[in-house]
């Protein structure tokens, strides 16, 4: 049983390994037909939707820079995790992903950022609320033992018991 779950383990990372190997070729063969926009040099991918200048190390996004919509040739842009034809409005497939999705960064920074300062103001405004709905201090009534009809005579019970009396009759040790 541990040779197969060794095995496993062995296989998983040989799939990991390739999986990178493949990437890093796919990336490779996609780019090599483009140039940096600024100097013209060779690019290299960082990650999913950006590739870097190996010259000047400008950055872009190869689908934005040099993919074009297959049906109206329009520009592309990112809108939050996909990319859509400015001209016509269709969804683009990016030649330059390898089996993930891009995201747009600054989208998600910003709605987070916005998220941040509506739980701000959240948290600010609930303490005035709390004070303005807040109720009167509650005192509960003095508790009288004769109200509770044998309740004395059950504490009584409760006190004078053998062990209780033996018990506090050890000596203390200070």
């Known amino acids: 049983m541990r040779e197969i779950i060794r095995l496993a383990f062995e296989l998983t990372q040989a799939v990991d390994g390739l999986m990178a190997r493949t990437r890093a070729f796919y990336y490779e063969v996609m780019l090599s037909g483009h140039s940096c926009p600024r100097c013209g040099g060779a690019l290299r991918m960082l990650g999913e939707g950006r590739c870097r ?18 049906v109206c040739e329009g520009h592309l842009r990112l809108r939050v995790c996909r990319y859509v034809c400015r001209r016509c409005g269709r969804d683009v497939h990016s030649r330059f992903l390898f089996d993930t999705r891009v995201f747009d960064r600054e989208y998600f920074r910003e709605r987070m950022a916005e998220s941040r300062e509506r739980k701000r103001a959240e948290q600010a405004s609930v303490p005035p609320i709390m004070i303005a709905r807040r109720s009167e201090e509650l005192q509960p009534a003095p508790a009288h033992l004769a109200a509770v009809p044998g309740l004395s005579e059950a504490l009584d019970g409760l006190v004078n018991t053998p062990e209780l009396i033996a018990w506090l009759s050890l000596p203390r040790v200070v």
């Open 53 to 70: 200048c190996i010259d000047c190390a400008h950055e872009c996004d190869p689908t934005i820079t040099y993919q074009r919509c297959s």
